[in-house]
């Protein structure tokens, strides 16, 4: 082989690894989509309302309030304490995907794990997270 083949072999061969280490790191990253469960609620002024025993069949789950523009991530902690995230992207403040093992924004790609931090930019702050407070047998969450 020519070195000037050589060279070009190596250069087609970096690019397919790329090309391919990117797309397996895609999969993983938007694996399990199915897995999150959404939850329709209704908003009570800036409080949305979920059941207790809905955290029961799933730690996570995904609540939808009624006539607001942004999901919310509401996970149970081994504590037996809750973390809410409004999955409003911090970059431009577009809706997040849930996937499973975090989220992802469809604009410009910004990724988020389960804990709000941010994987990939643009964005560069973390999730914001919301207050909650366990009501008799409801939780609440502050928007
Ligand atoms: S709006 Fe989400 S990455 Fe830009």
């Known amino acids: 082989m020519n070195p000037l083949n ?29 897995t999150v469960k959404t939850y ?6 800036n409080q949305v309302e979920v059941p207790l025993n809905l955290f029961d069949t799933a730690p996570l789950q995904v609540v939808s309030p ?3 523009a942004y999901e919310i991530a509401v996970r ?3 504590d037996n304490t809750y973390d809410a995230l409004l999955l409003r992207c911090t970059h431009q403040h577009n809706p997040l995907t849930p996937t499973g ?15 709000g931090n941010v ?9 914001l997270q919301l207050k909650t407070e366990v009501n008799q047998s409801n ?3 502050h928007v």
Not at 40 to 45: D, L, P, R
Not at 101 to 115: A, E, I, R, T
């Open 139 to 141: 939780l609440i969450i």
């Open 76 to 78: 149970k902690l081994p």
């Open 119 to 127: 994987k990939k930019g643009p964005a560069s702050t973390h999730l």
């Open 6 to 34: 050589r060279r070009n072999f190596l250069k087609d061969t970096c690019k397919a690894c790329l090309v391919g280490a990117v797309s397996i790191s895609m999969i993983d990253f938007l694996e399990s989509c199915s």
């Open 66 to 68: 009624k006539n607001y």
């Open 101 to 115: 093992n975090g989220y992802l924004c469809s604009v410009h790609g910004s990724q988020f794990d389960k804990d």
């Open 40 to 45: 329709k609620a209704a908003m009570n002024g």
